[in-house]
């Protein structure tokens, strides 16, 4: 599957967290595999736009397809293990 549409598939779904999407997708028939790529990607992402374009959190968790950022950071921490914020201070 594509990187543009693994993003269009999770923006166009409207999740709320990377745990949701993976959910999401596979009850939508795709494989977990998938799933989980899609979700390490917008994560990936995030920490790029973050750290070398040095957006702020708040201006990229909606971007990536997040209705909370309270979402966005638990996902976040959980996959990188430090905050959003973290990575913007070590810039």
Request: hydrophobic share 30%; no cysteine; glycine share 6%.
């Amino acid at each position: 599957m594509s990187d543009n549409r693994q993003r269009e598939t999770a923006t166009r779904l409207t999740v709320t967290s990377v745990v949701g999407a993976i959910q999401h997708l596979q009850q939508h028939g795709l494989p977990a595999s998938d799933a989980d790529e899609a979700g390490q990607r917008r994560l990936q992402e995030a920490y790029y736009l973050i750290k070398e374009k040095k957006q702020k959190p708040s201006e990229v968790f909606r971007e990536l397809g997040f209705e909370r950022i309270s979402h966005f950071s638990y996902s976040f921490k959980q996959f990188f293990g430090i905050n959003p914020s973290e990575v913007h201070a070590d810039s």
